[in-house]
């Protein structure tokens, strides 16, 4: 297995035993269950499936992946988008809960959240590349 798919694959474990544990904490009391739904669907699953493809597609297409670099763009950005999102989303609850002003929280669920589909469009394109592509991997 690659270098790129293995980190993806490694970490999406990490996120899927973050995610088992916020499953426990639900049963203990609320509030957890955004930072649980997140890092069990985009830690665990998309990670995995990230990691997956990076190995598969270009095994299978027999061409070499178009950037090992955009991939490891890829996968700095989306773990920053998904535990930026994941921490500050509680937090415009919570704000929102006690009646106080949530343009703070709210700007970095914005921002966690742009940078997190700035990867999953990042993702997109290399694996599009990469079927197309002819020359050797960057």
């Not at 499953?23 to 930072?35: A, C, H, K, Q, V």
């Not at 990670?47 to 190995?55: D, P, Q, T």
């Not at 773990?79 to 994941?86: A, E, K, T």
Request: glycine residues 8%; charged residues 10%.
């Amino acid at each position: 297995m690659n270098k790129l798919a293995k980190l993806f694959v490694k970490t999406s474990l990490v996120y899927l035993a973050l995610s088992a544990i916020l499953g426990l904490f639900i049963t203990i009391g609320p509030g957890y269950s955004f930072m649980h739904s997140h890092f069990a669907l985009i830690g665990w699953v998309s990670f995995m499936i990230f990691g997956l493809a990076y190995e598969s597609i270009p095994r299978f297409s027999s061409k070499p992946l178009y950037s090992r670099k955009l991939g490891m763009w890829q996968f700095w950005l989306a773990n920053i988008g998904l535990i930026g999102l994941s921490l500050s989303y509680p937090f415009m609850r919570m704000y929102m809960l006690k009646s106080k002003d949530t343009s703070d929280a709210f700007l970095g669920v914005m921002i966690f959240g742009l940078i997190e589909a700035i990867s999953c469009f990042i993702f997109i394109y290399n694996i599009w590349k990469s079927m197309d592509h002819q020359g050797s991997p960057k």
